[in-house]
């Protein structure tokens, strides 16, 4: 049976001094945050002075029975070392990767009492609390540039055998002195996915469904599955979603798992429809769409593309003209004050409202726009394989499209010059050339309506039968 997990209410005393695994002391300050099993304390190195409110460490404490603060430091231990980090900031030539920094850890006893502590950089505001103050709206462009550095992130924890299971916006933190930059915290339901490089098997599991944070945890979690590369990214689009529309279709159904598993498999099926049709409301979720799309189709133990899915989200930060290595500009979202809070309804509705008569006569329709924009995303997300074998398809259609309109030029030139020599022998040389595609009366329309498409040759012999056909009619009307 599980260890129960003990939320921890009594605090430590303020000025404790306790040792971490490396010999090093600190001394712990006053209480800033509170978990649902832990405490959060402001901390020091120099135990001979009291801590600062301005310290630039914290040191997070728990019960040493629970289980999340353990995970949590094995993931800090085995892949988040500075030095770590430091080596791959170097390698992919990034200028800032958004985890902190691990300082130390040990165990610690109070009062008879045993406790896991983890001392780490203090960090600022959570993203959740400025959504929710922003009206739950942040701007697009905003929402496309985090999303890019949250991909070097988990490129990073990705490679190193983790994934992180548990992104939203209250575990993305700001930076203390420089809240230009974002964190993402908070690893106590990592998942170690490729221990020593074996991919774990896809397997579901009934009993450990639903596991996660509701709004954003995947299938395969709905399903019981362990997470994977996949789970990581698929999170990132439901949150992405969420900050650019305000909103989610399973939003009112969070009490409710089944729903919330139908609701996301319904959106992920019917890709990029599903996204693309929220723009009815005034959002473009375009990117939003397209990165789904690519989520869609990894396989469980398959390796992200992680430079192409950075790159859907850059191209649209590039079309709004908008700086993405800029500080991150997280106040209220254009759309709010354009078009105010809106129901999922209206986001995902099935047909786009047109506002007006006018803008629907002098603007192409809005159904043909998501037509267009599906074919784009769809065309961006195919592999090259793909695309050869869609472009032979679409040559073999234009090659039949241009031969049924030259099929039509000649009937309809028939119709409309259908007099007829009346001599047998000009009538079967007639028919012969219309035949095999070289005459059709009057023949000079014929050659007027082919000059694009006709060989020089065939133009020079259709030529020469048009005068020797006149020249014999002519004589036979002499006579």
Known sequence: MPVRRKVLTKPLPNGLIITDTEKKQWRLGK??????????????????????DDSDFVIKVEYHENGPLFTELKFYQRAAKPEYMKGWIKKCRLEF???????????????????????????????????????????????LCLGAQLIDVLEYIHE???????????????????????YLVDYGLSYRYSPDGNHKVYKENPKKGHN?????????????????????LEILGYCMLHWICGTLPWEDNLKNPVLVQKAKAQLMENLPDSVILSSASGTNCREAAR????????????????QMLRDI???????????????????????????????HEQFFQKTP????????????PKSQDNEEEHRRIKDSTQTPARKLVATQRHLQEEDKMSQTKQIKRKTTCKEENGQRPSTKQFNHVLMQSVHQGQLCPPCSNYLAVNESTTPKAVKIYSGAITVLLCLIFYVLFLL
Not at 103 to 117: K, M, P, T
Not at 214 to 223: N, P, Q, R, V, W
């Open 31 to 52: 209480i800033i945050g509170q978990g649902g099993f832990g405490m959060i304390y402001l901390a020091s190195p120099s135990v001979n002075a009291p801590v600062g």
């Open 97 to 143: 990767l958004g985890i902190p920094t691990y300082w130390g850890s040990g165990l610690a006893e109070c009062s008879g009492i045993r406790y896991r502590f983890m001392v780490m950089d203090r960090l600022g505001s959570d993203l959740q609390k400025i959504f929710e103050k922003n009206g739950k709206r942040f701007k697009k462009e905003t929402v």
């Open 160 to 182: 190193n055998e983790y994934v992180h299971a548990d992104i939203k916006a209250s575990n993305l933190l700001l930076g203390y002195k420089d809240p230009s930059k974002v």
């Open 212 to 232: 996660g944070t509701m709004e954003y945890t995947s299938i395969d979690a709905h399903k019981g599955v362990a997470p994977s590369r996949r789970t990581d």
């Open 291 to 306: 990165f789904l799309c690519c989520v869609k189709t990894l396989g469980y133990d398959e390796r992200p593309n992680y």
């Open 313 to 343: 989200l850059l191209d649209g930060v590039q079309e709004m003209k908008t700086d993405y290595k800029g500080p991150l500009d997280f106040s209220a979202g254009h759309e709010v004050e354009a078009h105010g809070s809106k129901s």
């Open 353 to 364: 409202k047109i506002q007006s008569a006018a803008r629907e006569t002098k603007s192409k």
